[in-house]
């Protein structure tokens, strides 16, 4: 598991300048057909941004190809000064919770271990240091006392908080979360949006793909509203206007499935 | 009572049996995490007319020869699923049952060609006690082989089977794991066709991995402990097919398959008669 580097550093909360991530004339396509295309944002640590669109407008595909797991045809993305060729370490995906296998014999402690992963390559020793990230994960999402708990055990809340205590052991700093509201009751998807609130504050970067138009503006400061290329990106309550919604919502995607 | 251990032919079969049941049982951890125990099937039936084929084309059995053959017939029937569920409406599933019971088939019926190797029941059932010392030294160096690209490159494996996304999110090149995984399977199912055969080289291949994964939740000891129970419960069918007098291949199968049914029905934390299920 080679790196591409970026020098050993804190949370960005710690730093004084803040760490952009520049998004441009990004462009997927899936065989011939194109999946997104035109793709221009600007953003940085702090904040919280929505992807925002139709079944198959590519939220989830523009997710991917900032983690590294479509290839780009066209166009860059830069963080923090640097070019992400294919794949950063600061960078967390966290996959659709019906795309992940539940019954998947792995403990929660096992699961927030795998976060370190990137950090030790092949060969290297789990360390205290290792140890300390895990544990601050663990804590930090309020998951301690469920540590030696299957992860088919968990609530869909509790499996929400697994996944970002790995992408924090990680010390990812930007996470992309594929439709992290999807599927949790009231209560969860509360205490997530206080989670969420938590961990932008401390500086990470987080962008999600959202379907609930009405939550949105409280749950993210930023959006990104699109359908198959991009309509509007910017703070999220002059983007959502119900104009600039239905235009986006009605102009249907030919032939593609998110 | 312990009149076996000094006949040199049991001597030999109880290591081989210490060494493929260890690598075939240390492998299934991985089997059982995959959830592929359809696809070993299927690749153990396909390695029959592989190896037959490659006795037809060189006139001789080695084990080169018959891991080569292996191999091929392994990778057609393989890809040939993948090919055949992308391009029509049939799943892979059902595409690999249709290839490999074909390609059985093709292996079993080609056996009257292969003159002194032509044996059907060796071929399916296997016979350890007729391992040769260069037997040992393969089935040796296969294990050492699979050991090491399992330790070696544990953290990636294990990510790639967790989650793939993830894994090639985190930079792990998840194509080229997936095929190391393949062509350690092929190498292991090789060393157990000597000891069990094809047919039952399948309990060999996943029996151990499943009932570890009845016991414990600690990925090492499914690994470890799955290579420990396939080469004592190897040793252990040697003993008893020797004391009564039943072949030793079905001897392996039926000891590790008690294991586990021990194990279903007594673990502590998932045994049915333990109440404490997970629901």
Known sequence: METETHSEHDCCAHHDNHHELVISNVEVSYGSVAALRDISMATSCGNRVALIGPNGAGKSTLLKAIAGLVPRRRGNIQWRGTAVKKWSREFAYLPQREEVDWDFPITVSGLVEMGRYPHLGLWKRYTAKDHEAVENALHTLGITDLRDRQICELSGGQQQRAFLARALAQEAHVLLLDEPFTGLDRNASESLACLLAELSGEGRLILASHHDLDSAPQLFNECLLLNLSQHDFGPTSRVLTSSAIEKAFQQSPPGLND | ?279
């Not at chain 2, 010392?133 to 294990?143: R, T």
């Not at chain 2, 000891?221 to 291949?249: N, Q, T």
């Open chain 2, 1 to 279: 009572m312990f009149t076996p251990f000094h006949d040199p032919f049991f001597q030999r079969a109880l290591l081989a049996g210490l060494l493929i049941g260890f690598t075939n049982g240390f492998f299934s951890g991985f089997v059982v995490l995959r959830r592929t125990a359809l696809s070993v099937s299927a690749l153990s039936h396909t390695m029959l007319p592989g190896i037959a084929l490659g006795i037809l084309i060189t006139g001789t059995l080695t084990q080169a020869n018959a891991f080569i053959g292996a191999l091929t017939a392994a990778l057609f029937v393989g890809l040939g699923s993948v090919v055949v569920s992308r391009t029509s409406r049939i799943d892979q599933g059902t595409a690999l049952a249709i290839l490999y019971t074909t390609a059985f088939a093709l292996g079993v019926a080609a056996l009257k060609y292969l003159g002194n190797y032509g044996d059907l029941q060796h071929w399916l059932f296997g016979d350890i006690r007729l391992v040769s010392s260069n037997d040992l030294w393969l089935a040796f160096a296969i294990g050492s082989v699979i050991l090491l690209g399992s330790c070696i490159f544990f953290r990636p494996l294990l990510l790639t089977l967790f989650e793939s996304s993830i894994a090639s999110a985190q930079g792990v090149p998840v194509r080229a794991m997936n095929y190391l995984l393949f062509l350690m399977l092929i190498l292991a199912l090789v060393t157990s066709l000597q000891a069990v055969g094809c047919v039952l080289s399948v309990g060999l291949l996943v029996a151990p991995g499943a009932t570890m994964s009845l016991l414990t939740n600690r990925t090492t000891v499914l690994f470890w402990g799955g290579g420990i129970l396939g080469a004592a419960g190897s040793v252990v069918a040697l003993l008893c097919a020797y004391w009564i007098d039943i072949p030793a291949g079905p001897a392996i199968v039926i000891v590790l398959g008690t294991a586990f049914l021990l194990a279903f029905l007594l673990s502590p934390k998932y045994g049915l008669l333990n109440g404490t299920r997970r629901s």
